[in-house]
C-alpha cells in the first residue's frame, strides 16, 4: 500500500510504502475514532439529564409524607367540627322544644286566644323573591348550615314572642294588682256603713264618707290594690293614717291605725300590710276607717269591697 504525502508551500510530493502491520494499524486508528465519538456522544448527554439524585427524591418522599399527615389532620378536625354541629343541633332543637311548651303554657294560663300566639308551628313570613342578574347564581350554602340558622330563627321569633307575651302579662298583672277589690282587713266585721248615720260622739245626724271594719287592735290592715303611699302620719280627725295612690283617679284612705308599716313614697303591692288596726284619732274602738276616692270625690266602698279580683 502506498501513501502519497502532498506539501502544501513547495507543491512536492513524498510516497510511503506500508507492509501488513502499518495498514492494519492505520485501519484500525479510522475504525476506531467514529465509535470513539459515539460512546463519548452517548455518555454525556445521560450524564446532563439525570437530575434526580438521592437527595431530591428523599425531599419529594418527605414532602410526599407531611402531605398525607396533613390531609389526615383535616379529616379529623372536620369529623371533629361535624360532630360539634350535631351536638349543637340536638341542643338547639331541644331548646325550641323547651320554648314552644313554655309559650303554650303561657298562653294557656294567660287565657289568651291561641291564634294570636302560635308556638309549635313555623311563622308567617312572605315577600317577593330578589331577581338575580343574568348568569348570576345564588348561592347555596350547605344543609347544615340552613338548618342551623332555620333552627336559629325559630328561636329568634319564639324569643319575640315570649317577650311580647311576658309584657302583655305584665301589663295584665299591673292592671290586676291596681284593680280595687276586697276588703282592707284579714279578719273583723263591718261596724259602720257609708252614708248617713248617728254621730257615736254627739248624737246627731252626720255623714260618715267611708266604712268602718272592726276588729282586734293590732290585727293586720291591708291594701285593698297596689300603688304609692302618698301619707303616711298623723291626720286630723283620722289619727295614724296612710293614703295610696293607685292610678287612674282613684286614692284610699285607712284611718285610726295604732301602727303604720310603711312610709311616704313607698310602692306597696296587692294585700301588702300597711298598717296595725288600732283607735287613734276620733274613733270609739279598734277598728280602721276605709274611705275610696275617684277623681277627688268621695265614692262608695261598698261597690269596690264587693268586687271579686280579676
Known sequence: MKVIVLSGREAKSRTFNLGTWSKALVGLCVLGLPVGAFLLGANLPAQETDLFDARTTNAWHKALRKQQSDVADAEQEAKEQLTALTLKLG???ARL???DALGERLVSIAKLDKGEFQFGTM????????????????????????????LAHQIDDRQSQLDTLEALMSRRKLDDDMFLAGRPIKKGWMSSRYGYRTDPFNGNRAWHGGVDFAGKKGADVVAVAAGVVTWADNRYGYGQMVEINHGNGYKTRYGHNSQLKVKLGDIVKKGETVALMGSSGRSTGPHVHFEVYKNGRPVNPATYIRRTGR
Open 123 to 150: 311563622p308567617a313570613m312572605g315577600g317577593p323573591d330578589a331577581i338575580a342578574e343574568v348568569g348570576e347564581l345564588p348561592y347555596q350554602p350547605p344543609e347544615f348550615v340552613s338548618v342551623l340558622n332555620g
Open 91 to 93: 341542643e338547639m332543637q
Open 97 to 99: 322544644t323547651r320554648l
